[in-house]
């Protein structure tokens, strides 16, 4: 089963989350064949000053 794991900042609501989820479930079905749903995607939000950019801190 393929996992696809997306790490992002905190934001979307639950609605784009949903979309999200939708969107990249079927766009990697779509280009390696895979049935749909076989694919697992997870969405992990990770607070702003746990990122860096270029050595600095986002949040």
């Known amino acids: 089963m393929?996992?696809?794991?997306?790490?992002?900042t905190p934001g979307l609501s639950?609605?784009?989350k949903r979309a999200t989820i939708d969107?990249?479930?079927?766009?990697?079905?779509?280009a390696?064949?895979?049935?749909?749903?076989?694919?697992w995607v997870?969405?992990?939000?990770v607070p702003r000053e746990h990122w860096g950019v270029g050595g600095t801190p986002l949040g």
């Open 2 to 8: 393929p996992l696809i794991q997306i790490s992002q």
């Open 14 to 16: 639950a609605e784009q």
């Open 23 to 30: 969107s990249v479930t079927k766009a990697y079905a779509e």
């Open 32 to 39: 390696t064949g895979k049935d749909p749903k076989s694919v």
């Open 42 to 45: 997870t969405i992990t939000e």
